[in-house]
């Protein structure tokens, strides 16, 4: 039975996720971050047996759910910890047309066939992680970015396909102001001498125990540099030096970046895949 919920479903939603928050981590924290009163957000569990008539073994199992979707403005994160309720999955899909629709890679494989190629790019990520301190050196200094600093950020990164997909300008602006004001993630960039912004990074969700490093993107006229690694290396240590564990999504088609990753020390924790709306 599809649900939708209140801030009250948020310590069984928790309880259901457990230990794989990795694997769905920015609806775990968009979750504890904006609760599901706020507009542009909403919480939909799927029920396997009725909350006033569920059975001892079925909360001790699953704690009676089946599935979990959060909304968060155009994204549509969903998790379950086995195959989803396809039915009722695509029933709140069909309500809210989400632009993103984000989930584990069994998932949203079952979701994209149901719903049919033509309509949506299909992206299937790794999550890794690293317990190491990480090298890369460069001449220029990696510094934290503020609001002053996010014209230029998010200029660049809809230079790249990740983002222009997904984002308008003016919506990333705000995405990153609000990420800075609500100290959500943090931002770094990447200056030459004479101000010229080259290479950003940012952590785009962190909690008590992790933080999400992505965001990166280079100058394409200072590509091969050693800029990115310099600067990913910098983000990667900064969250090992505070007693964090970082995570990171790597494309799967990138054969080259997977490789290289693996080659770095890189653990791989599992695929995170995402369906984009063509509009």
Not at 66 to 89: F, Q, T
Not at 168 to 175: M, P, S, V
Not at 191 to 196: D, L, Q, S, W
Request: with cysteine.
């Amino acid at each position: 039975m599809l649900k939708r919920c209140d801030d009250t479903y948020i310590p069984r939603v928790v309880d259901y996720i457990g230990e794989d928050k990795i694997l769905c981590f920015y609806l775990y924290m968009d979750l504890l971050e904006c609760g599901t009163q706020a507009d542009g957000v909403g919480l939909w569990v799927c029920e396997t047996c009725e909350a006033s008539e569920a059975s001892e073994t079925c909360e001790e199992e699953n704690g009676g759910l089946s599935a979990v979707m959060y909304r968060y403005y155009d994204c549509l994160h969903i998790y379950s910890r086995e195959l989803c309720p396809l039915e009722d999955v695509l029933a709140l899909i069909g309500e809210l047309d989400p632009k993103v629709i984000t989930g584990k890679q069994e998932n949203i494989d079952r979701i994209a066939e149901a719903l049919g190629k033509d309509r949506y790019t299909y992206e299937l990520s790794h999550i890794i992680t690293a317990d190491k301190l990480m090298d890369g050196k460069s001449d220029l200094t990696v510094q934290p970015a503020g609001e002053a600093d996010v014209p230029e950020i998010a200029a660049l990164m809809m230079k790249e396909h990740i983002y222009n997909t997904v984002y308008t300008y003016d919506n990333l602006c705000e995405a990153l102001v609000r990420r800075i004001r609500e100290g959500f993630g943090r931002l770094f960039v990447m200056r030459t001498e004479e101000g010229r912004l080259v290479a950003t990074n940012a952590l785009s969700a962190e909690s008590e125990e992790f933080a999400v490093i992505n965001g990166l993107v280079t100058d394409p006229d200072m590509r091969g540099h050693g800029l990115g690694r310099a600067i990913t290396a910098s983000t990667w240590n900064l969250v090992k030096n505070e007693g964090k564990r970082g995570l990171a999504f790597l494309g799967a088609d990138n054969v080259n970046t997977l490789s290289l990753h693996r080659k770095m020390g890189y653990t791989f924790l599992g695929l995170y895949a995402r369906l984009i709306r063509e509009d």
